[in-house]
């Protein structure tokens, strides 16, 4: 009778066992296809409370009702963060799991800022392009609308675009000779000339739209931008490195299977982008009287974010328009980049909101 746990018997049986894989190659998709993930998530106060914990978000709003009904939400909503995290989870399954380089995404767009806990999520994605990869041959790159929808309305609650380079079943026959970018910025300079900034970096004097608005004033006739760094730091632990993506349904081995990815480029599991990319913009409006969140765009992730490594933020205010906006306010665009202790860019994005 054959011992299965005998540890010779039991590795023989493993270099024989067919492995039951997940997630898809990159020749499974093809432009117009529609994805149906299955899993969906409900949102809930408990995973709304620990995300925004964890990654510093503080906005009252978002905590108490009182705060909440001062902004003309009915309770305090899910933050527009968690809702991005639980719409991304879902689809990884399906889009990504198989591993490679997050590229990148845009047109993040939050179609309802009343999202309430209870909210049964579902997520659909459509394949918008495939291209080949001149530089990877193991790999392609594709593109995906993905929209998390409310599951009894059918109501589009957000939307964005992201592109992943995808391994391929087969590799692709090529000289190597292209660049398709992989999730880091090779682009710099010849080294002997000094970096292009302007002779003035101006900071605002305080958190409210008017700040802004006077910052870009005293910017504007001379050579400054309105750019400045943020003072807190965030360390990645185990909890924001594994934790919150396998809350959210995350289930790329990037993040929690550290046996996976030793021999990865990375030399290790990383931390998912969208944790990065939260923290950096709760340093950001942790110096701002945020009203509401509008859309994100042009987010990119510069290198890879491993566990110790601690996120810092840095932000330009690029223009403050206040015929839209809460009493007193208006509309403001800024682009946030994270960057790590080294002060190298991790992430880098656009971002719009309502400040009062």
């Known amino acids: 009778m054959t011992d299965w746990t005998d540890p010779a018997t039991f590795a023989a049986a493993l270099d024989r066992a067919e492995t039951l894989e997940k997630g898809n190659h990159f020749e499974a998709f ?28 503080h906005d009252p709003a978002y905590w108490r009702t009182d705060a909440a009904r001062e902004r003309g939400f009915d309770e305090p909503p899910v933050h527009p963060d968690y809702l991005v995290a639980c719409t991304m989870g879902p689809s990884v399954e399906d889009l990504s799991e198989k591993g490679g380089y997050f590229l990148g995404r ?12 209870g909210t049964e999520l579902r997520v659909e994605s459509t394949v918008r392009s495939t291209r080949e990869s001149s530089s990877r041959p193991a790999y392609g790159i594709v593109t995906w609308e993905t929209r998390g929808v409310d599951a009894e309305s059918g109501e589009t609650l957000l939307s964005y675009e992201r ?43 305080g958190p409210a739209f008017d700040d802004f608005r006077r910052a870009l004033d005293a910017a504007a006739d001379r050579d400054a931008a309105v750019a400045y760094r943020h003072e807190r730091g ?17 289930t790329a081995g ?16 990383v931390a998912y982008g969208d944790v990065t990319r939260s923290v950096a913009l709760a340093h950001a409006r942790s110096d701002e009287r945020t009203h509401r969140e509008l859309g994100y765009g042009d987010e990119r992730f510069h290198t890879f974010v491993a566990p110790g490594d601690t996120v810092y933020g840095f932000t330009r205010v690029l223009d403050a328009d206040p015929s839209d906006g809460p009493p007193g306010g208006g509309r403001v665009r800024f682009q946030h980049v994270a960057f790590n202790q080294r002060e190298e860019p991790v992430y880098s994005g656009t971002r719009t909101a309502l400040v009062r």
Do not use: C, F
């Open 163 to 205: 592109t992943n380079m995808v391994p391929r079943h087969e590799p692709l026959a090529t000289d190597g000779g292209g660049a398709d970018g992989g999730g880091t910025d090779d682009e710099s300079g010849d080294g002997d000339d000094p970096p292009a900034l302007p002779d003035d970096l101006i900071a605002p004097d």
């Open 30 to 57: 093809a432009e117009g296809d529609r994805i149906a993930h299955d899993a969906g998530i409900r949102l809930t106060r408990h995973g709304n409370d620990e995300w925004m914990s964890r990654t510093l978000n």
């Open 106 to 117: 845009d047109d993040v767009t939050v179609h309802d800022p009343a999202v309430y806990p």
């Open 234 to 250: 965030r360390t990645m632990d185990a909890e924001l490195v594994s934790g919150l993506p396998l809350a959210t349904l995350n």
């Open 254 to 269: 990037q993040h929690h299977d550290a046996n996976r990815m030793a021999d990865s480029p990375s030399g290790g599991i």
